[in-house]
Nanobody
Framework: VQLVESGGGLVQPGGSLRLSCAAS????????VGWYRQAPGKQRESVAT???????VYADSVKERFTISRDNAKNTVYLQMSSLKPEDTAVYYC??????????WGQGTQVTVSS
């Protein structure tokens, strides 16, 4: 299974970006898919996850600013980010966990929030 992220880039504070994660297989085979991020010198942290039943969990730092969604027909998971802050700057990784607990990771996409 391959996960390919896209949509990262440079954006000004207060701006928006939408990240996409395209899977090489049907995403309904995954129990949970989500987005993680890692800033320089920091540990990787969970940003948002969505289950096969469409239950979502968000990090407190992104609640009401980020929205995760999945399109099973397109085998794609999205992360809509708005009201971006400099502290959102990080490499964002797509993650998928199958029903056996095995994890898959994408290669990451850089998001930089700066004026």
């Amino acid at each position: 299974v391959q996960l390919v992220e896209s949509g990262g880039g440079l954006v000004q504070p207060g701006g928006s970006l939408r990240l996409s994660c395209a899977a090489s297989r049907r995403i309904f085979i995954f129990n949970v898919v989500g987005w993680y991020r890692q800033a320089p010198g920091k540990q990787r942290e969970s940003v948002a996850t969505i289950t096969s039943g469409d239950s979502t969990v968000y990090a407190d730092s992104v609640k009401e600013r980020f929205t995760i969604s999945r399109d099973n027909a397109k085998n794609t998971v999205y992360l809509q980010m708005s009201s971006l802050k400099p502290e959102d700057t990080a490499v964002y990784y797509c993650n998928a966990v199958n029903f056996g607990g095995y994890q898959y990771w994408g290669q990451g996409t850089q998001v930089t929030v700066s004026s």
